[in-house]
């Protein structure tokens, strides 16, 4: 993602991130990330090996969890980071906070 992709974002964003993701802390890393961030949503694994994530807030707080979403901790690779805007039913999901959901 480059700079120019990232200043169009509006409204909740959806991201599935591929790679070496899950057991390496990613959604620990993610969800630290985004509540210092001040943004909402959430974060899961998903059984195809991804994680799943929706961002909700200020543009340039989801922008900075984006960047992260792209490196992850120090014991992820990430290979491919997807992003789009979120549907209704993943964005009626969001909480007051940021929190990690159950296995999709």
Known sequence: MNLKESSSISGDIH???RGRVQGVG???GMMRTAIGLGVQGWVR???DGS???VLRGDKQAC???IRWAHRG???AQVEKVEQ???TKEESAEIR???RWRETA
């Open 73 to 75: 901790p120090g014991a």
């Open 96 to 98: 007051a906070t940021f």
């Open 51 to 53: 994680v799943e994530a």
């Open 84 to 86: 789009r805007p979120a």
């Open 26 to 28: 990613y959604r620990d």
């Open 45 to 47: 694994n998903r059984r």
């Open 63 to 65: 922008e900075a969890v």
């Open 15 to 17: 991201l599935v991130i």
